[in-house]
């Protein structure tokens, strides 16, 4: 019988939701896994719409209760799975600063790398949300190089995260692979649970193209 953490992982390989795959293994949480074939275009069929009117993954479900965008599915989940350790809870001095950087993706981060991807001026300096990319990305940099991790010593659920997006926006050319940032890819992606998600992606890309 699920337990009242059980919750549900719409899914899709080879997507940003692999980031919360990995921070469900992580967590070692009780989940199970909705998957859509995007090649298949399921995540534009009535039956997921109506889970997700966006069409997008990940999207968390628990206990009737609809969670999107990732910022958001982080905070639910590292605070859902309070004792594991992987989100500082309010009255801790780090809660602050892991809320910061959970935030700074979807915020900055994001737009920034979109922008670049298509090749488009951001908007002025008033209006942009991350700026200019430089100013962006060097305030991502200082922090790592602090290292080792986001939190310093500590490893949390944002760095889930950051691991996963910059091993992708990396291998895409969308941001430098400095030295800096490849020794923290390196130092996230390596852990057993980036590697059990890896793998079960693995196994969805497989049986979707077989």
């Known amino acids: ?37 995007l090649k298949a275009g399921e995540q534009r069929q009535p039956a997921y719409l109506a889970i997700n009117p966006m069409g997008k993954v990940p999207a968390l479900s628990h206990q009737g209760t609809l969670i999107t965008e990732q910022g958001a599915i982080y905070i639910y989940l590292g605070d859902l799975y ?5 989100a500082p ?53 200082d ?17 889930v995260l950051w ?9 895409f050319g969308l941001v430098p692979a400095t030295p800096v940032i490849q020794a923290y890819i390196e130092r996230v992606t390596s852990r057993p649970a980036s590697v059990r998600a890896a793998a079960i992606d693995a196994e969805l890309i497989a049986s979707q193209t077989a």
């Open 82 to 86: 309070a004792d594991k350790g992987l």
């Open 143 to 159: 922090q790592l190089a602090k290292g080792p991790y986001l939190l310093g010593d500590r490893f949390s659920a944002a760095d």
């Open 89 to 141: 809870q309010m009255g801790d001095p780090q809660r602050g600063a892991y809320l910061r950087w959970l935030v700074f993706y979807g915020s900055s981060f994001e737009p920034a790398v979109v922008d670049r991807a298509m090749k488009r001026e951001p908007a002025p300096p008033s209006t942009c949300p991350y700026g200019d990319f430089d100013t962006m990305l060097k305030t991502l940099t």
């Open 1 to 37: 019988m699920p337990s009242e953490r059980h919750v549900v992982l719409h899914h899709a390989p080879q997507t940003r939701s692999a980031g919360t795959l990995t921070l469900l293994e992580e967590l070692g949480a009780d989940y199970e896994l909705h998957v859509l074939n």
């Open 163 to 171: 691991g996963t997006a910059l091993r992708w926006t990396t291998q």
